[in-house]
């Protein structure tokens, strides 16, 4: 009776110890992440490698051929990557589109004009 009473002691300290740690890992997300992603969003370094579609092309085919610097590395893929989502669909933007993703998705060509035609082809209201 006295090792029921223990066990179900044990197991309510567990419980209250596995909501609090929950509950504080939903709070740091709740706080930091947005911080976090901003700063990812504005890292000037992405910023210049975004003005610059030809480095950043040039940068991640030799990344991914060889690994010399790793934050420019993820840096240019990161540039890379927004390149290869941008919203705007003139036949320039298609272009990069088409580029990038090629670069960056391991896709047929096939499949990115059949995306690329989904995604910028007219709606109908």
Same mark, same amino acid.
């Given at each position: 009776?006295?090792?029921?009473?223990?066990?179900?002691?044990?197991?309510?300290?567990?419980?209250?110890?596995? +909501?609090? #740690?929950?509950?504080?890992?939903?709070?740091?997300?709740?706080?930091?992440?947005? @911080?976090? =992603?901003?700063?990812?969003? &504005?890292?000037?370094?992405?910023?210049?490698?975004?003005?610059?579609?030809?480095?950043?092309?040039?940068?991640?085919?030799?990344?991914?051929?060889?690994? +010399?610097? #790793?934050?420019?590395?993820?840096?240019?893929?990161?540039?890379?990557?927004?390149? @290869?989502? =941008?919203?705007?669909?003139? &036949?320039?933007?298609?272009?990069?589109?088409?580029?990038?993703?090629?670069?960056?998705?391991?896709?047929?060509?096939?499949?990115?004009?059949?995306?690329? +035609?989904?995604?910028?082809?007219?709606?109908?209201?």
């Amino acid at each position: 009776m006295m090792r029921l009473l223990i066990e179900e002691r044990v197991e309510m300290r567990f419980n209250m110890l596995a +909501i609090g #740690a929950a509950l504080l890992v939903a709070l740091a997300d709740y706080l930091l992440l947005p @911080s976090v =992603l901003t700063g990812l969003r &504005s890292n000037p370094q992405i910023q210049s490698y975004r003005a610059d579609p030809d480095l950043t092309f040039q940068v991640v085919s030799q990344c991914k051929q060889s690994v +010399i610097n #790793a934050d420019a590395c993820y840096q240019a893929y990161s540039a890379a990557v927004q390149l @290869s989502n =941008l919203k705007s669909c003139s &036949s320039e933007a298609i272009a990069m589109k088409r580029r990038f993703k090629l670069l960056v998705e391991r896709n047929t060509l096939e499949a990115i004009e059949s995306g690329l +035609i989904k995604e910028c082809a007219p709606t109908e209201n």
